[in-house]
């Protein structure tokens, strides 16, 4: 069932021993919504900890620093940035059932929590963590407020988006009245990367092909490349929005090969298109300007097809 603010509050100031949990192949929002909530809690003197089924990209280890691990069996179970079960990944599959508390901003959110509170209008996850927070009284450290930038910045491609709100703003620069360092974040999430990313994303650019009428700019990133380029899976964070920024592109689609073998589809979209509406065709989903989805045991150019033949008919739906 969904509840208010005020209600989401209560449930954590009400509950000890909570087990937060973020999605996997974790990205800035769901890191900085936990780490915002398990400072929260922790600076109420409750016993809390963090999960997640991979490991934290190096880049964002600094949101947990100075946090110390607590080993307790959870008694509350809180998801944040979790919007589906099979978010959850194989390391948290025992958990899916067993929620018990949902904050989220996916307006495709489908409710598997006992209680739920979700914001679709809310532009990252860590906006509804802030309202969380504020409303249970938690005094927001320069830390937190960190945490809370993290998610909001990255969610917003640097507020370059249109999901970003006037509220939006307005969080972000109480976040910096209260000590976040915007200026380091912004330039550790947007204008740093690796050699070794440098290198996958120049091999993705000579891979990209056009389709329908230039519409729709795809990419495929097999997983030799990383071996090959010595690349991290968390650093490919981003790879899925250079196909958008294309002039005339519509639909820009990135497609990644996971160890499993598996394809997960990254489909940014500028208007009038809709990138949930088309990931939810394929059992996924996400927001209106940037969602995904995943097959399982497809080829890809069945994969690729398939996606085709969905852009196209949202196109001339939209009578285009």
């Not at 929620?99 to 860590?126: M, Q, S, W």
């Not at 490919?236 to 592109?249: F, K, N, T």
């Not at 059992?283 to 890809?300: E, I, K, Q, T, W």
Request: hydrophobic fraction near 40%; charged fraction near 25%.
């Amino acid at each position: 069932m969904d509840i208010t603010l005020e209600q989401a509050a209560q449930r954590l100031l009400d509950a000890d021993d909570i087990l937060i949990l973020s999605h996997q192949s974790p990205d800035g929002d769901t890191l900085g919504s936990a780490s915002a909530l398990l400072r929260g809690l922790c600076s109420l003197g409750k016993r809390a900890r963090f999960l997640c089924s991979d490991p934290v990209p190096k880049k964002f280890q600094y949101l947990f620093g100075g946090l110390g691990a607590q080993d307790f069996a959870p008694k509350f179970i809180v998801s944040v940035d979790i919007a589906d079960r099979q978010l959850f990944g194989p390391g948290l599959a025992e958990y899916r059932e067993q929620v018990d508390l949902c904050l989220d901003h996916h307006g495709t959110n489908e409710r598997f929590a006992k209680e739920n509170y979700v914001e679709p209008r809310a532009a990252a996850a860590c906006e509804v963590l802030f309202l969380v927070l504020k409303e249970m009284r938690v005094k927001i450290s320069r830390e937190i407020a960190d945490c809370l930038f993290t998610g909001i910045c990255t969610d917003t491609g640097c507020f370059r988006y249109g999901n970003v709100t006037p509220r939006t703003h307005r969080m972000a620069a109480e976040l910096m009245e209260l000590g976040a360092r915007a200026a380091d974040i912004n330039r550790e999430m947007f204008d740093t990367k690796s050699r070794s990313r440098m290198e996958v994303e120049r091999r993705a650019l000579d891979s990209l092909t056009f389709h329908l009428q230039d519409r729709c700019a795809f990419l495929y990133v097999p997983r030799r490349w990383l071996e090959e380029c010595h690349a991290e899976e968390s650093e490919l964070e981003g790879l899925a929005s250079l196909p958008r920024q294309i002039e005339g592109v519509l639909a820009g689609v990135c497609v990644r090969e996971k160890p499993d073998g598996s394809l997960k589809v990254s489909l940014r979209t500028n208007d009038p298109l809709s990138a949930a509406s088309i990931c939810e065709a394929f059992g996924g989903g996400g927001h209106r300007a940037a969602a995904g989805c995943a097959f399982h045991n497809v080829p890809l150019e069945e994969v690729k097809e398939k996606l085709l033949a969905e852009i196209q008919r949202q196109l001339e739906g939209c009578g285009l």
